[in-house]
């Protein structure tokens, strides 16, 4: 009887220890947009390592390139996915693509502004803990999926990639 009280005080011992880990909804959307700002205030940016068509870019090392266009790359870590979306029209001062994302329930929706750049972060909860994270700076944005535990990670990853971009 006392072996099974201790397994039980163990197990709910366990699940609060995992629960009090992880991060609320709330805490990670605030450390991404923190990420994010972070990056775009930065003096530091990173060197372009990768050539393309129209442009080049910081790839890190762990991300493969497995799809290509003009004004679009897509990259893959492990299964995945990361779209790069380039809209050479538009400067880093550009509302355009902040005016044109969805007002959906269930999203964060955030945006820094520096005197040269207009960024923003979007999160949208899609399913139990995979959310889609979009960021972006002027005509320039990057999407994946992800989960809460790694969206700032995710976040400041993909912002560096965008400002490292260097046109031809």
């Known amino acids: 009887m006392i072996d099974k009280k201790l397994l039980w005080m163990v197990v709910v011992l366990s699940l609060l220890m995992v629960a009090?880990?992880?991060p609320s909804e709330e805490e990670a959307y605030s450390d991404a947009k923190s990420k994010v700002k972070e990056?775009?205030?930065a003096d530091q940016v990173k060197e372009?390592?990768?050539?393309?068509e129209n442009f080049s870019l910081y790839k890190p090392?762990?991300?493969s390139i497995i799809e290509q266009g003009p004004?679009?790359?897509i990259f893959q870590e492990d299964d995945q996915p990361y779209v790069l979306f380039i809209n050479e029209f538009e400067e880093p001062n550009s509302k355009y693509?902040?005016?044109?994302?969805?007002?959906e329930d269930e999203?964060?929706?955030s945006t820094i502004e520096s005197t040269d750049a207009f960024s923003y972060i979007l999160i949208q909860k899609r399913e139990e803990n995979e959310y889609e994270l979009s960021v972006g700076i002027g005509g320039i944005k990057m999407t994946t999926m992800t989960?809460?535990?790694?969206?700032?990670?995710?976040s400041k990853r993909m912002i560096e990639i965008i400002r490292s971009i260097e046109e031809k």
């Open 20 to 22: 009090a880990c992880s």
């Open 39 to 41: 990056a775009v205030l």
């Open 48 to 52: 372009p390592n990768k050539e393309l």
């Open 61 to 63: 090392e762990d991300m």
């Open 71 to 73: 004004t679009n790359v």
């Open 97 to 103: 693509l902040y005016n044109q994302l969805p007002e």
């Open 107 to 109: 999203v964060y929706l």
């Open 147 to 154: 989960d809460l535990d790694h969206l700032s990670n995710e």
